[in-house]
């Protein structure tokens, strides 16, 4: 049975977003070669080959990419098995045998040349081919190689439209991207060297790591079920990252990246250090139930996204007939992104605390000067204060507060059912008296709330009334001259009110 090179290129999923990842197939792909090769100092070049003239300078596209490493190269058997669609040659080691069909789905063509040890001596010999959307047998005999010491070279050409307008043409960027992707391995200290360069500098990779990465690393496990997941952290400073990150990886490398202010919304904007420029932090998440739940392209896992019947089951809330019980015995994503966070809360806890402090300060000044109904809440601020994003605007504020006056309301409501429906015993009549006294206190501190709304309310519309009343003196005179003397008397009424509970209450958001 033959397999078709184009139809295996065209099934192939590759989103533009993720443009950079046929060169860290590639990059792996050395990596790989050096753990098989022969024991002493190794390394991996890359380059990349801006399009257009060198007027164009650094903000020229991306033209190629060419990866360049000292590792076993092109041998028998690795010809053999690049030959081989879906081939399992590197499968303990997290291959897929899929990534050179993501080389095709980026670049019109790729150039290996390798420099190899034959297999039963000394010498050194070439196998060189193109690697192109054909169906035709690749042929590439080794010869005699004039070279001295054992070189592998894979050349990604002509960069494909749309991917070639999402890669990043700084340098740095690219740097960073890279060493992003492969972050375990750079805390090897005697792996190989890394480069990358173009035409105008070079970047050594390692030292860009210690700079821009290491400084301030930390690792941290966490458990979900009977697995166990490692958490590692760092802190990304000056132009390396625009947001915090959240990185699920498999086998050394990333596949699905979260930004984490959609579940930490403390983390929107940089993190302050004492005498230090801001940071954001990535975490990269690995774990053995990763690396098996990878798809072939490492674009994904075929784990649920959501709890599964088997989570579910524990909190009660699993169904007969749940689609997700086909992964009963599968951990959620969401189940191991709740486990990384709470490790990240811990571990960027004295930054978090310092941010829930100056929105406490905003919120009590928002509670004194604008929302004296929400005082009652102040005394939970611990259960939401995290929710409340840093720098909040007074709408924000509002909107925080008031969610958190309905979600009291009704857990209220549900709880006055159950007390209603559950009449107390002789077995739990303290249990049931607990209950029904907190449920008291709660609905009279609900009540508090109203009546602060209402006669915040009244304030307002009076205050309306005045600036209207003061916008045109005739039209007022003529108003207040055609009200009876019931009405006049009705209004005295409700302003001597309005004072009386305004002071009330006044004395109340005081005390």
């Known amino acids: 049975m033959r397999a078709s090179i184009a139809g295996r290129v065209r099934n192939t999923h590759l989103p533009k977003a993720k443009s950079l990842l046929p060169l860290f197939e590639a990059v792996m792909n ?10 002493g100092r190794h390394y991996i070049h890359i380059r990349a080959e801006r399009r257009g003239n060198l ?28 030959e081989t669609v879906d081939s399992p040659y590197k499968a303990t080691s997290g291959g897929k045998g899929l990534g050179r069909f993501l080389w095709l789905k980026a670049f019109l063509r790729v150039e ?24 035709d047998d690749v042929v590439a005999e080794p010869m005699r190689s004039e070279r001295t010491t054992p070189e592998t070279t894979v050349r990604l050409v002509s960069f494909r439209s749309p991917y070639v307008d999402e890669c990043p043409r ?52 966490f458990t979900v079920g009977s697995q166990e997941f490692t958490l590692s952290a760092f802190r990304l400073r000056g132009a390396l990252a625009d947001h915090h990150e959240l990185v699920y990886a498999a086998h050394f490398r990333e596949v699905i990246p979260e930004r984490l202010a959609k579940f930490i919304p403390n983390l929107k904007g940089r993190l302050a250090e004492p005498d230090q420029q801001g940071f954001y932090y990535l975490a990269f998440i690995q774990g053995e139930y990763l690396n098996e739940k990878v798809n ?12 599964p019947a088997s989570e579910r089951a524990v909190a009660g809330e699993a169904k007969i007939g749940d689609p997700l019980e086909l992964f009963t015995d599968d951990i959620s994503l969401r189940a191991i992104r709740e486990g990384a966070v709470s490790a990240i809360n811990e571990d960027l806890k004295p930054f978090i605390d310092e941010i829930n402090s100056q929105k406490e300060a905003a919120l009590t000044t928002y509670i004194a000067e604008d929302g004296p109904q929400y005082r009652v809440l102040m005394k939970y601020k611990d259960d939401f204060i995290n929710d409340i994003p840093p720098q909040a605007t007074k709408s924000e504020m509002e909107m925080a507060l008031h969610q958190q006056i309905y979600q009291r309301e009704v857990r209220l409501k549900k709880e006055g059912a159950r007390l209603l429906s559950e009449p107390a015993s002789t077995d739990n009549t303290q249990e049931y008296y607990d209950r029904l006294q907190k449920f008291v ?36 005179n003529t108003a207040w001259k055609r009200r009876s003397t019931a009405s006049f008397f009705r209004c005295g009424q409700r302003l001597k009110m309005f004072r009386s509970s305004s002071k009330t209450f006044g004395l109340w958001t005081r005390g």
Do not use: C, M, W
């Not at 033209?63 to 041998?75: K, L, P, Q, R, Y």
């Not at 290996?112 to 169906?135: G, K, N, Q, V």
């Not at 609900?446 to 009244?458: E, F, N, S, W």
């Open 30 to 39: 050395a990596f790989q070669a050096i753990d098989e090769a022969a024991s």
């Open 55 to 82: 007027d164009d300078g650094k903000s020229g596209q991306i033209e190629a990419f060419s990866v360049a490493d000292s590792g076993i190269g092109f041998t028998d058997e690795n010809f053999d098995s690049f």
């Open 112 to 135: 290996i040349d390798s420099h190899f040890r034959a297999a039963d001596s000394a010498e050194l010999l070439r196998r060189t081919f193109s690697f192109i959307e054909s169906d």
């Open 170 to 221: 700084q340098l740095d960027i690219i740097a960073q991207r890279l060493i992003g992707h492969f972050l375990p391995l750079f805390l090897n200290p005697d792996g190989p060297e890394l480069t990358l360069s173009d035409d105008f500098e070079a970047i050594d990779l390692r030292t860009f790591f210690r700079d821009n990465f290491q400084t301030f690393s930390t690792e941290r496990r």
């Open 296 to 307: 072939s392209e490492r674009t994904d896992f075929s784990i649920p996204r959501e709890s």
């Open 441 to 476: 206190e709660d609905e009279n501190e609900i009540g508090k709330t109203a009546l602060a709304k209402y006669v915040v309310h009244r304030r307002v519309i009076l205050e309306l009334l005045d600036k209207y009343l003061s916008q045109d003196q005739e039209t007022a």
